[in-house]
T-cell receptor
C-alpha cells in the first residue's frame, strides 16, 4: 500500500512569491491534514480537510490556504511568502477516528 | 486548550539499555494519545496509539506505552535500545470530544542518541 506522498520534496522561493505544495493521501483515506515544522517552533497544526471541506484551522494567517479535490488529494497554498515561512510542511491522512499517517514533507526555503 | 509536555529535550542511552521517554498532557474528556518517531529528513512514523481499553499498549519496533489517567502521562518504553532507534520522538494528543477534533497537538519532541 502506497503511503502519503508529497511534492515537491524541496521548494525554493523568494519573499513575496507564492508557493503550492501537494499531497496525495493513502488510498481510502478521506481526511488530509497539514502541519508546519519550523525550527524552534515545533510541529504546528495548519489545516484539516475532510470530504472536500475545511473542518478545522490552526492559528495561521489567511495567506495560508488550501483545498481538497474530489480524489481527496490536497494542495496547500502560501501567498506573500515571508522568511519565517521557511519550514518542513508535513501532510497526513486518515480515515475517521483512526491515526494520522504522515508523508515525508516538503522543505520550503524562502530566500 | 489541550497541551503536551515532553520534559526531556535530549536523552542519551547506551545500546542495549532500557529507555523511557516521558509525556504529560492536558486533555478534554476523551483524549486519543500517540507516539511518533522522526528520523532526520523524513516524516513522522506512528509507533503506537491509545484510544481506550487496556492502558498498556504495544507498538512497532518493540516499543510500548502506558496510559496513566491519574498522572496525565503516556510514557514510552523499550526494554533494549538498538542503534537504529536514534531519532526524535514526539508524543501527541487529539481531543476526541472537543472542537479541536482532528487536530494533533504535539509535544516539543525528545531527541534520542544511542551510544555503541
Amino acid at each position: 500500500e502506497a503511503g502519503v506522498t508529497q511534492s515537491p520534496t524541496h521548494l525554493i522561493k523568494t519573499r513575496g512569491q507564492q508557493a503550492t505544495l501537494r499531497c496525495s493521501p493513502i488510498s481510502g483515506h478521506t481526511s488530509v491534514y497539514w502541519y508546519q515544522q519550523a525550527l524552534g517552533l515545533g510541529l504546528q497544526f495548519l489545516l484539516w480537510y475532510d470530504e472536500g471541506e475545511e473542518r478545522n484551522r490552526g492559528n495561521f494567517p489567511p495567506r495560508f490556504s488550501g483545498r481538497q479535490f474530489p480524489n481527496y488529494s490536497s494542495e496547500l497554498n502560501v501567498n506573500a511568502l515571508e522568511l519565517e515561512d521557511s519550514a518542513l510542511y508535513l501532510c497526513a491522512s486518515s480515515v475517521h477516528d483512526q491515526p494520522q499517517h504522515f508523508g515525508d514533507g516538503t522543505r520550503l526555503s524562502i530566500l | 486548550a489541550q497541551s503536551v509536555t515532553q520534559p526531556d529535550i535530549h536523552i542519551t542511552v547506551s545500546e542495549g539499555a532500557s529507555l523511557e521517554l516521558r509525556c504529560n498532557y492536558s486533555y478534554g474528556a476523551t483524549p486519543y494519545l500517540f507516539w511518533y518517531v522522526q528520523s532526520p529528513g523524513q516524516g513522522l512514523q506512528l509507533l503506537l496509539k491509545y484510544f481506550s481499553g487496556d492502558t498498556l499498549v504495544q507498538g512497532i519496533k518493540g516499543f510500548e506505552a502506558e496510559f496513566k489517567r491519574s498522572q496525565s502521562s503516556f510514557n514510552l518504553r523499550k526494554p533494549s535500545v538498538h542503534w537504529s532507534d536514534a531519532a526524535e520522538y514526539f508524543c501527541a494528543v487529539v481531543d476526541a470530544g472537543g472542537t479541536s477534533y482532528g487536530k494533533l497537538t504535539f509535544g516539543q519532541g525528545t531527541i534520542l542518541t544511542v551510544h555503541p
